[in-house]
């Protein structure tokens, strides 16, 4: 017995661990690791462009070479940086446009004027960090036409660690607007980024995976038209915010509920107003995703004989 117990010394306390708690254990590693700072956004990254930076004349948001309401809204990633020097600031990481990549980023100082940068590299291979001594080219940003206002931003606690149940939460942010639209589109790319990663690893089916990303859709486009109105829509912003957050609870539970015939997603049988806003956003979708497509395929259409009349002629000799 004692020569057994020897033969099992030293294998560590991961003898009783399964094959499905390992693999439990790396997809919750995955989901934290999506609603985490990444590799990308250095910390010191916006006091570092400015003060390599600091000799250049400086020009507001609305100067700014980029489009910046634009560039937040199609963003590739967004990273909220807490900085000991700045303060919270945001990182925009836009998307490549020929063999550059761009960062917006934004941080206030202490009256709420913002304080921003934007650097340009070369593209990158991999996930490493960008340092502002790399940057091709720098832009320093400076604007107090944006006054601050506080809003509060929904978000939910937790990933479904230890099958515990993640929990709504709202946290406050008291910032100009173009820092509040960054707020809102990171929270909508780490909602995003688990809700697809949850649906591919918790086996849905084609056809849930294609409702989730019609309703993503949904709320992109939302957010997307209240951004450009002159004075943001809290209460709008804030349902659809709430909706963001929604999609994540729903999904990141490591036991999930069933999938409701009427709306398409899951939710408890007691969840009956959450059922009927879905059902409702899910009708509206649809009709404004057929909407978009009959425009772009009329758009199309009228292009085609366009494009022929300015094809060169050919040369028959």
Known sequence: MAALAGAFAGRGKGLGETKEERREAAEIAEIKALG???KWADASLLADLRRLSSAEASVTLAAAPVDIRQSIMNSKAIARLPSVEDG???????KPIGQ????????QDDGGKI???IGWWPVRKGDVALRAADAVRCVLLDDSEHPSVTIPHPT?????????TPAP??????APVPLQLAETMR???VSRAQVNARLQRGGASADEKHHVKMLQQELHDRLDSYSVEAELPREALLQCESAVQGLRKSYLPREWESRC????LRHSAVEKGTCKFWVKWAAEAKANAEAKANAEAKANAEAAPNAELRKPPINVN
């Open 100 to 107: 550059q990549e761009c960062v917006i980023c934004l941080g």
């Open 187 to 189: 929270q909508f790319h």
């Open 36 to 38: 985490a700072v990444p």
């Open 169 to 174: 939460a709202t946290s406050d942010l008291s």
């Open 156 to 164: 939910v606690q937790g990933v479904g660690e230890n099958h515990t």
């Open 261 to 264: 015939s009427f709306c398409g």
């Open 115 to 117: 304080q921003g940068a």
């Open 88 to 94: 919270t600031n945001w990182a925009v990481l836009c």
